[in-house]
């Protein structure tokens, strides 16, 4: 099993910026992708970003430019790093590692933190 703890939401007036970090602990071997989801009230959760263990990143067309993911292997952690941030933000976000294991895809969540950008 992977744990992935995620620390960093909270209330932001539009503008500003806000840090995300998840570390993940446990059998951690083999993890492929890591990334951050996120879910508003009332909205499906979605991906906003996704590093891979090669560093290869992918983002949401409306966090491109403002939001940034980065990897630590060596620690085990993914961070996101959001800038410009707008009251469109406002929704839990959760982290989620992802591997396959003989031809199962395996994914892991964390237990989300909210983050809220309110004037």
């Known amino acids: 099993q992977v744990q992935l703890v995620e620390s960093g939401g909270g209330l932001v007036q539009p503008g500003g910026s806000l840090r995300l970090s998840c570390a993940a602990s446990g059998s951690i071997f083999n993890i492929n992708t890591m990334g951050w989801y996120r879910q508003a009230p009332g909205k499906q959760r979605e991906l906003v970003a996704a590093?891979?263990?090669?560093?290869?990143?992918n983002y949401v067309d409306s966090v491109k430019g403002r939001f940034t993911i980065s990897r630590d292997n060596a620690k085990n952690t993914v961070s996101l790093q959001m800038n410009s941030l707008k009251p469109e933000d406002t929704a839990v976000y959760f982290c989620n590692a992802f591997r396959s294991i003989a031809g199962t895809r395996l994914y892991y969540w964390g237990q989300g933190t909210q983050v809220t950008v309110s004037s």
């Open positions: 590093v891979t263990s090669a560093g290869s990143t």
